[in-house]
């Protein structure tokens, strides 16, 4: 394995990186609303780009992993970013919100957190990212939203039927992109 900071070199060519930069700056517009919503933005094998708010949706933080495995396999999703709202405390301290984003393709993984402030109209401001960067491969430090589409969870006939009503229910309402045509 190579160390840390030669992946976060390599990882700025992959559409990880792009992805995880594009809901990093999308999470930075939503600051002004106040709202940090559950997101997953993924890459298709075939260059489309869909972006979900997971808001909402009847899961747990267990279902809606398997969820998202689920829907990378359904939807052949080769690159992936998620991103979550989360609060961090220590014994005897104040708890800490944040914004958590994890990427992942073929070839990384990557994870970005930053601290939040609010203000006192309830406007969200985001601290400079701290993140790693690793290779998919042996990366001793991946979560377990880090490599989803890789993953051989077996489901269940009652869960694949679930998450494709859920999935039937919502898939019109994505962002969908044809990044063959779109400008960058």
């Keep these: 394995m190579t160390d840390e900071g030669d992946a976060h070199i390599r990882c700025k060519f992959d559409i990880s990186w792009r992805l995880i ?12 609303m106040g709202t940090i919503p559950f997101t997953f933005g993924g890459v298709t094998s075939d260059h489309r780009q869909v972006s979900i708010i997971l808001s909402g949706l009847p899961f747990d933080e267990i279902a ?3 969820f998202l495995i689920w829907l990378c396999r ?10 979550a709202h989360v609060v961090s ?11 958590m ?29 701290k993140f790693y960067a ?15 589409q890789r993953d051989d969870h077996a489901f269940s006939r009652e869960a694949s039927q679930h998450y494709s009503q859920v999935w039937q229910h919502i898939r019109d309402k994505c962002l969908w992109l ?7």
């Excluded at 939040?116 to 401001?125: A, S, T, V, Y």
């Excluded at 044809?178 to 960058?184: F, Q, S």
Aim: hydrophobic share 30%.
């Design 21 to 32: 930069r594009q809901f990093s700056l999308w999470y930075r517009r939503l600051g002004a």
């Design 64 to 66: 809606q992993r398997e």
């Design 74 to 83: 359904e939807e052949d999703i080769a690159a992936y970013v998620h991103g």
């Design 89 to 99: 405390s220590r014994p005897s301290e104040t708890p800490t919100e944040g914004l």
């Design 101 to 129: 984003l994890h990427a992942s393709s073929i070839l990384f993984n990557i994870c970005e957190m930053q601290k939040i402030r609010r203000d006192e109209q309830g406007h969200i401001e985001y601290s400079v990212p």
């Design 134 to 148: 690793a290779d998919a491969d042996g990366d001793d430090r991946q979560t377990v939203f880090h490599q989803l």
């Design 178 to 184: 044809d990044l063959r045509t779109t400008a960058h």
